[in-house]
């Protein structure tokens, strides 16, 4: 079973910035498309970010202009680079594969663990 690992979450003052990263556990892979959620304490989760095999991008009208998704294939790695952080971003993030292709393998649905941003002064 492929598996999504997050990383680069952390403590960040407001205004601050994060980089995230999501990273397939093998090498070889191919996404369909990867999407960042983040929860909040109480809250529901919420779609932060979409990008697409073909490099196509969408974002929650929460952080546009503040985060950008991009990829790097040669690194089977997704990344999320956040900035202008306020403490409504406060939330851990998880980023999940609706396909994720390995030679001859597909699987569908991977979710990471999750890593947790926190912004406070």
């Known amino acids: 079973q492929v598996q999504l690992v997050e990383s680069g979450g952390g403590l960040v003052q407001p205004g601050g910035s994060l980089r995230l990263s999501c990273a397939a556990s093998?090498?070889?892979?191919?996404?369909?498309?990867v999407r960042w959620y983040r929860q909040a304490p109480g809250k529901q989760r919420e779609l932060v970010a979409h990008?697409?095999?073909?490099?196509?991008?969408s974002y929650a009208d929460s952080v546009k202009g503040r985060f950008t998704i991009s990829s790097d294939n040669a690194k089977y790695t997704v990344y999320l680079q956040m900035n202008s952080l306020n403490a409504e971003d406060t939330a851990v993030y998880f980023c999940?594969?609706?396909?994720?292709?390995?030679?001859?393998?597909?699987?569908?649905?991977?979710w990471g663990q999750g890593t947790q941003v926190t912004v406070s002064s």
């Open positions: 999940n594969a609706d396909r994720i292709y390995v030679n001859y393998r597909v699987f569908t649905d991977v």
């Open positions: 093998e090498s070889g892979v191919r996404f369909n498309a």
């Open positions: 990008i697409t095999m073909y490099g196509d991008t």
